[in-house]
């Protein structure tokens, strides 16, 4: 039986490792953490019985892809809630993102119908926009009709005509606070092509995360590993290649690396120009996470926004972009863009009876060293007086720190990789098939290659069905999980 041997245990890394090992490979998955899971993990990191996500918290783009459909969404016990996601504004007004779109352009008022143009047709043609977006950028698209309104949209919301969409703010600070989930300057496109389909998804399968925590999302693709003969090692950081005994290429043996793609170079033999093109792959900037755990939920000024898992804070859409531009010039803004996680809204298991849970990261630049706690906590009491006095314990992350709780986080980038519009092409070598390194049997599945960030587990799928047509196996997702 031919070996396959996964350096990393993130969602990629697990979605591969599950793919090879139901294809017939005998399947190791080395991860550097005590846990496994890379994005998709839980702990108690505040106090006993408050269970918080160490990295990704809301997964519409898992719920919704090709790979995890396959896997079997009802493997997950998966929340999708009603209110997608909120946006607090200052004198009590705020924009709710429904996961039903008439609900929600019908609270918008007078941009009622600029929300159903500008979302509409990606929503209901939300197959076609995953195509688009789901693998290599550098390949026909299967849809081009749905490609083409997708793309026109990016550059409206990815431009300076972004500012003159909408009329209110709340319709403006809804989209402002998606966009910037991309961590760049903006208006940017690669921040409008992010937020675009992370938009349509609220109105297509909805803002979905999993009962207990994010790691029941690695727990049930490890089981599924195990079940097909699978085995995970932990507490096992490779930091050289050329020392791991991962069997002969000659024989069919792969490596798949779910890590930083910069651990290919300690092989040996990697081409020069390869090489080179691995050390120009750019890491952009960082995120400074806090968790919180809470007496009660948050006083919310608006009523509205208590039923939102998710929630943007920062004020208005130039708020937002002043925020964002600080970060993208070396700073952080006094009253940044604040994500914000309230699971335990919808999610009684998070916390004990009566209390909750909140999930929080400002963006900073890389390798910062600044603990975001007081300005986070600032922003949040800004829409909701009285949460400070909710707090009864947190746990800060510096962006410095992140690279200890996952080797691949460089500098505090928790995206595998600026997403940038050129990075969105050059994941991280510029080839319709990235995936495939020049080494025979070596093979990247990770967030720094297509369709990039976020738990959706299709950079491993990539990989691995790559790798398999190399070895002369052509498999679909259907022919592996059953259609
Ligand atoms: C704070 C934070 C919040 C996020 N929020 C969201 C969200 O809400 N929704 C969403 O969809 N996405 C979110 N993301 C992004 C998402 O988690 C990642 O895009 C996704 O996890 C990438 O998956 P991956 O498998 O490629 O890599 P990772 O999840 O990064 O996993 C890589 C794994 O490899 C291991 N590893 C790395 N190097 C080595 C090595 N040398 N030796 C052994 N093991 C190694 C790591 O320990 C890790 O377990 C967030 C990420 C972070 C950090």
Redesign the pocket.
Known sequence: MPRATV?????????AAVALARAGYAVEV????PT??????SAELTLPGFVH??????????YTSPFFRAFGTGRIDWIIPEAAYAHPLDDGRAGIAWHDLERTADGLGPDARAWRALLRPLSTHIDGVQDFTGGSLLRIPRNPVTAVRYGLRVLEQGTAMAAHTFRTAEASALVAGVVA?ANTALPSLSGAAAGLLLMAQAHAGGWA?SRGG?QRIADALADDLRAHGGAIRTD????DLSAVDWGDPRRGDLLL????PR?ALTLRDVPERYAAAIRRYRYGHA?A?VDFALDGPVPWTNPGVALAP?VHVGGTREEVWTSENAVAHGRISPRPYV?V?QPSVLDDTRAPAGKQVL?A?VHVPANSDADPTELIVRQVERFAPGFRDRILASHA?PARE?VH?????IGGD???GAFTMRQAFVRPVLSPAPWRTPMPGVYL?????PP??????M??WHAARTALADAGQRVELADLFGS
């Open positions: 350096i990393g245990s993130g969602p990629n890394g697990l979605a080395l991860e550097a953490a496994i899971g890379g994005g998709v993990r996500d160490v990295c990704s918290a809301v997964h519409p783009a898992a989930h995360y994010a096992a950081r490779v930091t690396l779910n890590t930083a651990l995120a996470k998710t994500l996680a999930w990261y992350v992140r709780l996952n080797p691949a986080e928790i995206f595998g599945a990770s967030a720094a290659t990039g960030p976020g738990v959706n587990g950079a491993g």
